[in-house]
């Protein structure tokens, strides 16, 4: 489908299969591209880069999971990825654009298209990231650390703070920027939840309930208010 090697065999099964499931498609190696036509990019700003290349360039957005290649995480059987953009060329070459902390030295990042999802950058929702435990043992450590029950095997949504996941059943997955750029985000926020965005700060309204749900992790970017 693309002109990109295939990556899933190199995969363990338990996460394999579980992935193709969820996303519809084998996971890929994505040539890291270097900035050669004078295109000005942000580290770990994926999606806006890759709208410029495409404005620019012509080609396509291709949107997915980007692995998080952290060997702390990897080596004891978590498989954390965030939701990712990278460039599709109209030679149908898959490239990436964005740099990433996890990648500096890789010439190559380990990217699973997701045809199903999609970024919507006008109205500034993305997706959270997802987990899948490798083994037993891990799962039910994380699990009991975190006080939920956990599979191996199973794909689920992870808040940014890595302290909650949720089934897929129980939420959509997608949760809204509250940048300035999205005041409607942020009106939605205050809404729902009793929570403004006052100077670029985080504010509890006297509507925010005392028992503030987490699903506010979930549903809205937190972490990136400004």
């Not at 899933?8 to 040539?31: E, H």
């Not at 709208?51 to 291709?62: D, P």
């Not at 997802?130 to 006080?147: D, L, N, P």
């Not at 409607?184 to 504010?203: C, R, T």
């Amino acid at each position: 489908m693309f002109n990109a090697k295939n990556y899933s065999d190199k995969l363990p099964k338990t996460i394999r299969q579980p992935l193709q499931q969820f996303a519809g498609n084998d996971c890929l190696l994505v040539k890291r591209w270097s900035d050669d036509f004078g295109l000005e990019t942000k580290e770990g700003n994926c999606h806006f880069n890759v709208k410029g290349y495409v404005e620019a360039l012509g080609g396509e957005t291709v949107n997915g999971w980007l692995l998080c290649r952290n060997k702390q995480l990897m080596n004891v059987g978590i498989w954390l990825w965030s939701f990712h953009s990278v460039w599709l060329t109209d030679e149908n070459e898959l490239l990436d654009v964005t740099e990433d902390k996890h990648y500096k030295t890789n010439a190559f990042t380990t990217f699973l298209p997701d045809l199903s999802r999609r970024v919507d950058l006008e109205e500034g929702v993305n997706y959270n990231n997802i987990v899948i435990f490798e083994t037993e043992a891990i799962a039910k450590h994380y699990g009991q650390s975190i006080g939920v029950d956990i599979k191996a095997g199973t794909v689920y949504w992870m808040s940014e703070d890595m302290l909650r996941v949720r089934e897929l059943t129980e939420h959509t997955g997608q949760y809204r920027w509250l940048h300035k750029e999205y005041k409607h985000n942020q009106s939605m926020l205050l809404q729902k939840y009793g929570i403004a965005i006052i100077d670029e700060k985080i504010v509890k309204t006297d509507a925010a309930n005392d028992n503030l749900s987490a699903d506010v992790l979930f549903d809205f970017s937190i972490h990136c208010a400004a």
